[in-house]
Protein backbone atom coordinates (compact mmCIF):
# COMPACT_ATOMS: atom_id res chain seq x y z
CA UNK A 1 0.00 0.00 0.00
CA UNK A 2 1.01 3.59 -0.64
CA UNK A 3 1.48 5.51 2.24
CA UNK A 4 -0.15 9.14 2.37
CA UNK A 5 2.77 11.09 1.23
CA UNK A 6 2.97 9.16 -1.91
CA UNK A 7 -0.95 9.23 -2.73
CA UNK A 8 -1.03 13.27 -1.81
CA UNK A 9 2.18 13.52 -4.50
CA UNK A 10 0.53 11.57 -7.16
CA UNK A 11 -2.61 13.59 -6.65
CA UNK A 12 -1.22 17.14 -6.35
CA UNK A 13 1.77 16.55 -8.88
CA UNK A 14 0.28 13.83 -11.47
CA UNK A 15 3.08 11.53 -11.05
CA UNK A 16 4.63 8.91 -8.45
CA UNK A 17 8.34 7.20 -8.95
CA UNK A 18 8.67 3.85 -6.77
CA UNK A 19 12.15 3.38 -6.37
CA UNK A 20 13.70 -0.08 -7.13
CA UNK A 21 10.22 -1.97 -6.72
CA UNK A 22 11.06 -5.17 -8.81
CA UNK A 23 14.52 -6.76 -7.97
CA UNK A 24 17.05 -7.15 -10.64
CA UNK A 25 16.20 -10.89 -11.12
CA UNK A 26 12.72 -9.99 -11.68
CA UNK A 27 13.65 -7.53 -14.31
CA UNK A 28 15.33 -10.09 -15.70
CA UNK A 29 12.75 -12.37 -15.99
CA UNK A 30 10.46 -9.51 -17.22
CA UNK A 31 13.06 -9.01 -20.23
CA UNK A 32 13.43 -12.38 -21.00
CA UNK A 33 9.48 -12.91 -21.00
CA UNK A 34 8.70 -9.77 -23.28
CA UNK A 35 11.66 -10.41 -25.42
CA UNK A 36 9.56 -13.89 -25.97
CA UNK A 37 6.03 -12.47 -26.58
CA UNK A 38 7.13 -10.05 -29.36
CA UNK A 39 9.00 -12.43 -31.15
CA UNK A 40 5.84 -14.85 -30.88
CA UNK A 41 3.78 -11.54 -31.97
CA UNK A 42 5.75 -11.17 -35.30
CA UNK A 43 6.29 -14.65 -35.80
CA UNK A 44 10.32 -14.66 -35.35
CA UNK A 45 11.08 -12.04 -37.39
CA UNK A 46 13.33 -9.48 -36.55
CA UNK A 47 12.69 -5.78 -34.64
CA UNK A 48 13.11 -3.25 -37.81
CA UNK A 49 13.59 -0.02 -35.70
CA UNK A 50 11.01 1.58 -37.86
CA UNK A 51 8.88 2.31 -35.83
CA UNK A 52 7.25 1.38 -32.19
CA UNK A 53 5.77 -2.14 -31.97
CA UNK A 54 2.80 -2.69 -29.46
CA UNK A 55 1.70 -5.47 -28.14
CA UNK A 56 -2.16 -5.65 -26.26
CA UNK A 57 -2.71 -7.26 -24.10
CA UNK A 58 0.44 -8.17 -22.91
CA UNK A 59 1.05 -8.97 -19.34
CA UNK A 60 -1.40 -12.05 -19.55
CA UNK A 61 0.92 -13.70 -22.21
CA UNK A 62 3.64 -15.15 -19.42
CA UNK A 63 3.89 -16.44 -16.16
CA UNK A 64 5.85 -14.33 -14.17
CA UNK A 65 4.27 -11.05 -16.35
CA UNK A 66 0.93 -12.12 -15.23
CA UNK A 67 1.36 -12.61 -11.26
CA UNK A 68 2.57 -9.26 -11.46
CA UNK A 69 -0.62 -7.88 -11.97
CA UNK A 70 -1.89 -9.67 -8.61
CA UNK A 71 1.28 -8.85 -7.14
CA UNK A 72 1.17 -7.06 -3.62
CA UNK A 73 3.15 -4.24 -4.49
CA UNK A 74 1.44 -3.64 -7.92
CA UNK A 75 -2.04 -4.65 -6.75
CA UNK A 76 -1.65 -2.30 -3.64
CA UNK A 77 -1.24 0.29 -5.93
CA UNK A 78 -4.26 0.76 -7.36
CA UNK A 79 -5.91 -0.10 -3.90
CA UNK A 80 -4.76 3.14 -2.61
CA UNK A 81 -5.35 5.37 -5.62
CA UNK A 82 -9.13 4.19 -6.68
CA UNK A 83 -10.14 2.31 -4.32
CA UNK A 84 -10.91 -1.40 -3.14
CA UNK A 85 -13.08 -2.83 -5.73
CA UNK A 86 -10.51 -0.96 -8.74
CA UNK A 87 -10.40 -3.32 -11.62
CA UNK A 88 -7.67 -3.97 -14.89
CA UNK A 89 -8.48 -1.82 -18.31
CA UNK A 90 -6.13 -3.72 -19.89
CA UNK A 91 -1.93 -4.37 -19.63
CA UNK A 92 0.05 -3.52 -22.73
CA UNK A 93 4.08 -4.05 -24.10
CA UNK A 94 5.66 -1.33 -26.16
CA UNK A 95 8.99 -1.24 -28.37
CA UNK A 96 9.51 2.41 -28.37
CA UNK A 97 11.17 4.10 -31.04
CA UNK A 98 11.78 7.67 -31.47
CA UNK A 99 9.92 10.73 -30.11
CA UNK A 100 6.68 10.78 -28.13
CA UNK A 101 5.46 14.07 -28.35
CA UNK A 102 3.74 15.74 -25.62
CA UNK A 103 0.09 14.30 -24.92
CA UNK A 104 -2.35 14.10 -22.19
CA UNK A 105 -6.24 12.36 -21.84
CA UNK A 106 -8.49 15.34 -21.38
CA UNK A 107 -11.08 13.99 -19.49
CA UNK A 108 -13.67 16.36 -20.86
CA UNK A 109 -13.34 16.73 -24.57
CA UNK A 110 -11.21 13.62 -25.29
CA UNK A 111 -14.06 11.83 -23.51
CA UNK A 112 -17.07 12.90 -25.07
CA UNK A 113 -17.70 15.62 -22.91
CA UNK A 114 -18.70 13.26 -19.69
CA UNK A 115 -18.52 14.18 -16.34
CA UNK A 116 -18.86 10.59 -15.51
CA UNK A 117 -15.08 9.96 -16.48
CA UNK A 118 -13.59 7.31 -14.28
CA UNK A 119 -10.17 7.86 -12.35
CA UNK A 120 -7.25 5.98 -13.59
CA UNK A 121 -3.87 4.86 -13.40
CA UNK A 122 -0.91 3.69 -15.46
CA UNK A 123 1.83 1.46 -13.63
CA UNK A 124 4.48 1.94 -15.74
CA UNK A 125 7.75 -0.20 -16.11
CA UNK A 126 11.16 0.61 -17.89
CA UNK A 127 13.33 -2.15 -18.21
CA UNK A 128 16.32 -0.22 -19.38
CA UNK A 129 18.32 2.51 -17.87
CA UNK A 130 16.98 5.69 -19.43
CA UNK A 131 17.53 9.46 -18.62
CA UNK A 132 16.43 13.00 -20.16
CA UNK A 133 18.19 12.48 -23.60
CA UNK A 134 17.86 8.48 -23.78
CA UNK A 135 13.95 8.50 -24.07
CA UNK A 136 12.86 8.63 -20.25
CA UNK A 137 9.10 9.55 -18.85
CA UNK A 138 8.89 13.47 -19.11
CA UNK A 139 6.02 15.06 -16.97
CA UNK A 140 4.46 18.45 -16.65
CA UNK A 141 3.39 18.28 -13.08
CA UNK A 142 0.27 18.95 -11.93
CA UNK A 143 -1.32 19.10 -15.98
CA UNK A 144 -3.64 16.29 -15.24
CA UNK A 145 -5.93 19.07 -13.33
CA UNK A 146 -7.56 21.71 -14.55
CA UNK A 147 -7.11 24.89 -15.20
CA UNK A 148 -3.78 24.04 -16.17
CA UNK A 149 -4.34 21.27 -18.39
CA UNK A 150 -6.58 23.12 -20.75
CA UNK A 151 -3.81 25.39 -21.14
CA UNK A 152 -1.72 22.61 -22.39
CA UNK A 153 -4.39 21.05 -24.79
CA UNK A 154 -2.97 22.89 -27.71
CA UNK A 155 0.90 21.02 -27.31
CA UNK A 156 -1.61 17.82 -29.04
CA UNK A 157 -1.90 19.96 -32.20
CA UNK A 158 1.15 18.76 -34.06
CA UNK A 159 0.62 21.22 -36.94
CA UNK A 160 2.69 23.77 -34.47
CA UNK A 161 5.01 21.58 -33.15
CA UNK A 162 6.04 24.96 -30.85
CA UNK A 163 3.02 26.19 -30.07
CA UNK A 164 5.18 28.16 -26.53
CA UNK A 165 8.01 29.10 -28.86
CA UNK A 166 10.22 26.10 -27.70
CA UNK A 167 10.37 22.62 -28.92
CA UNK A 168 8.68 19.60 -27.05
CA UNK A 169 12.49 18.72 -25.84
CA UNK A 170 12.92 22.37 -23.90
CA UNK A 171 9.48 22.13 -22.65
CA UNK A 172 9.46 22.84 -18.55
CA UNK A 173 8.95 19.47 -17.54
CA UNK A 174 10.61 16.70 -15.15
CA UNK A 175 12.38 14.09 -16.65
CA UNK A 176 11.47 11.18 -15.04
CA UNK A 177 15.15 9.18 -14.76
CA UNK A 178 15.09 5.84 -14.13
CA UNK A 179 16.77 2.25 -13.26
CA UNK A 180 15.49 -1.08 -14.14
CA UNK A 181 13.36 -2.18 -10.94
CA UNK A 182 11.81 1.30 -11.23
CA UNK A 183 8.04 1.94 -11.38
CA UNK A 184 6.70 5.05 -12.25
CA UNK A 185 2.79 5.81 -11.81
CA UNK A 186 0.57 8.58 -13.62
CA UNK A 187 -2.85 8.80 -15.29
CA UNK A 188 -3.50 9.29 -19.03
CA UNK A 189 -4.87 13.06 -18.23
CA UNK A 190 -1.14 14.34 -17.10
CA UNK A 191 1.13 15.46 -20.22
CA UNK A 192 4.31 13.03 -20.77
CA UNK A 193 6.58 12.71 -23.37
CA UNK A 194 9.95 10.93 -24.37
CA UNK A 195 12.83 12.59 -26.62
CA UNK A 196 15.93 10.90 -27.45
CA UNK A 197 16.90 7.37 -26.83
CA UNK A 198 17.42 4.00 -28.89
CA UNK A 199 14.95 2.22 -31.11
CA UNK A 200 13.86 -0.90 -29.11
CA UNK A 201 13.16 0.89 -25.58
CA UNK A 202 10.96 -1.31 -23.84
CA UNK A 203 7.67 0.11 -21.52
CA UNK A 204 5.12 -1.90 -20.38
CA UNK A 205 2.55 -1.22 -18.23
CA UNK A 206 -0.77 -2.32 -16.47
CA UNK A 207 -3.75 0.15 -16.40
CA UNK A 208 -6.40 0.34 -13.34
CA UNK A 209 -10.14 1.88 -13.54
CA UNK A 210 -12.08 3.32 -10.19
CA UNK A 211 -15.40 1.25 -10.12
CA UNK A 212 -18.17 3.31 -11.64
CA UNK A 213 -20.94 3.82 -8.39
CA UNK A 214 -23.80 5.70 -10.66
CA UNK A 215 -25.52 4.30 -13.76
CA UNK A 216 -23.79 7.67 -15.70
CA UNK A 217 -20.37 5.89 -14.97
CA UNK A 218 -21.57 2.32 -16.03
CA UNK A 219 -22.95 4.25 -19.46
CA UNK A 220 -19.50 5.92 -19.97
CA UNK A 221 -17.91 2.42 -19.21
CA UNK A 222 -19.80 0.91 -21.57
CA UNK A 223 -19.07 3.39 -24.72
CA UNK A 224 -15.47 3.45 -23.83
CA UNK A 225 -15.89 -0.39 -24.49
CA UNK A 226 -17.50 -0.04 -27.85
CA UNK A 227 -14.70 2.25 -29.13
CA UNK A 228 -11.70 0.42 -27.95
CA UNK A 229 -10.29 -2.32 -29.70
CA UNK A 230 -8.06 -4.13 -26.96
CA UNK A 231 -8.68 -2.27 -23.51
CA UNK A 232 -11.57 -3.54 -21.30
CA UNK A 233 -11.58 -6.92 -23.31
CA UNK A 234 -10.12 -9.07 -20.48
CA UNK A 235 -8.40 -12.11 -21.43
CA UNK A 236 -9.37 -15.59 -21.32
CA UNK A 237 -6.76 -16.59 -19.23
CA UNK A 238 -7.43 -13.83 -16.63
CA UNK A 239 -11.41 -14.69 -16.42
CA UNK A 240 -10.53 -18.61 -15.75
CA UNK A 241 -8.21 -18.23 -13.40
CA UNK A 242 -7.26 -19.78 -10.39
CA UNK A 243 -6.65 -16.53 -8.28
CA UNK A 244 -9.48 -14.85 -6.82
CA UNK A 245 -8.03 -11.54 -7.17
CA UNK A 246 -7.21 -11.95 -10.93
CA UNK A 247 -10.96 -13.09 -11.63
CA UNK A 248 -11.88 -9.75 -9.55
CA UNK A 249 -9.62 -7.57 -11.59
CA UNK A 250 -11.80 -8.68 -14.45
CA UNK A 251 -15.27 -9.55 -13.06
CA UNK A 252 -16.65 -6.52 -13.92
CA UNK A 253 -16.10 -6.82 -17.37
CA UNK A 254 -17.55 -10.25 -17.35
CA UNK A 255 -20.54 -9.28 -15.46
CA UNK A 256 -21.24 -6.19 -18.06
CA UNK A 257 -20.77 -8.82 -21.14
CA UNK A 258 -17.54 -7.40 -22.43
CA UNK A 259 -16.00 -9.49 -25.26
CA UNK A 260 -12.67 -11.37 -24.40
CA UNK A 261 -9.36 -11.77 -26.03
CA UNK A 262 -8.64 -15.00 -26.87
CA UNK A 263 -5.17 -15.05 -24.70
Not at 12 to 19: E, K, M, V
Not at 26 to 40: H, P, T
Not at 149 to 156: A, F
Request: glycine share 8%; aromatic share 10%.
Amino acid sequence: MLTTEQIAHFETFGFLILRQLLSRDEIAIMKRESIEIFDEVRDGMAFDGKQREPVQPFFERRPFLSKLVEDDRIYGIGESLLGPDFFLIGTEGNLHVGDTQWHGVDLDSDYGGSPHVLQSVKIAFYIDPLDKDTGCLRVIPGSHRRPFSECLQVLKNHINETPFGVSGAEMPGVALECQPGDVIVFPESVFHAAFGGEPGRHQHAISFFAPPVTEEQEAWLQRRYEGWKYALHPAETFVNSNSHRIRSLVSRMVDMGFETSKV
